[in-house]
T-cell receptor
Framework: NAGVTQTPKFQVLKTGQSMTLQCAQD?????MSWYRQDPGMGLRLIHY???????DQGEVPNGYNVSRSTTEDFPLRLLSAAPSQTSVYFC???????????FGAGTRLSVL | KQEVTQIPAALSVPEGENLVLNCSFT??????LQWFRQDPGKGLTSLLL?????REQTSGRLNASLDKSSGRSTLYIAASQPGDSATYLC????????????FGTGTRLQVFP
């Protein structure tokens, strides 16, 4: 039982490049979400999903896309990376939409 | 718009002290409040969850209280240990949107031997 697995752990991109941050959970949780963490600002919700095929926007969705084709996976796509997207990204999952119990270890992204 | 503030931003104490971390929020219409711990370079670990109808929750040496009407929560750590050194985050969910957690910026705690 691996919990929430995020890959890669570190990534450096050039402005304009695209990439996908992977998130997978093996706990059969319906609820999954993506946050970004910036110094002095706390974690902010990017996108979330309450089940396969259902996604919605969080607080800071611009520049990011998500899809949820399976219960296990919730990838986050950066279509055209910008320096403002330099951050640490966390994926989380929960068996209940009112509780977030399990966080991944994070992906540290730098956009040059 | 809900805002969550945590004071102090950083705290350094000797081992054995009892300490209190503070969290305040501007909109009292919350569904629940959650305290997390974050170790450097790691993800978040949920410590305590308090529903809006509850006044406090306890887990081992940790006790979290909630005063919804005044928009405040405190996390009490008894007999602190060096292993308690981490960043502590509080987060709230609004009654009208329980899908979104609004986080504070955290209190960075260092407990020295």
């Amino acid at each position: 039982n691996a919990g929430v697995t995020q890959t890669p752990k570190f990534q450096v991109l050039k402005t304009g490049q695209s990439m996908t941050l992977q998130c997978a959970q093996d706990m059969n949780h319906e609820y999954m979400s993506w946050y970004r963490q910036d110094p002095g600002m706390g974690l902010r919700l990017i996108h979330y999903s309450v089940g396969a095929g259902i996604t919605d926007q969080g607080e800071v969705p611009n520049g990011y896309n998500v899809s949820r084709s399976t219960t296990e996976d919730f990838p986050l796509r950066l279509l055209s990376a910008a320096p403002s997207q330099t951050s640490v990204y966390f994926c989380a999952s929960s068996p209940d939409r009112g509780i977030i119990q399990y966080f991944g270890a994070g992906t540290r992204l730098s956009v040059l | 718009k809900q805002e969550v503030t945590q004071i102090p931003a950083a705290l350094s104490v000797p081992e054995g002290e009892n300490l209190v971390l503070n969290c305040s929020f501007t909109d009292s219409a919350i569904y629940n409040l959650q305290w997390f711990r974050q170790d450097p370079g790691k993800g978040l670990t949920s410590l305590l969850l308090i529903q809006s109808s509850q006044r406090e929750q306890t887990s081992g040496r940790l006790n979290a209280s909630l005063d919804k009407s005044s928009g405040r929560s405190t996390l009490y750590i008894a007999a602190s240990q060096p292993g308690d050194s981490a960043t502590y985050l509080c987060a709230v969910r609004h009654l009208r949107n329980t899908d979104k957690l609004i986080f504070g910026t955290g209190t960075r705690l260092q407990v020295f031997p």
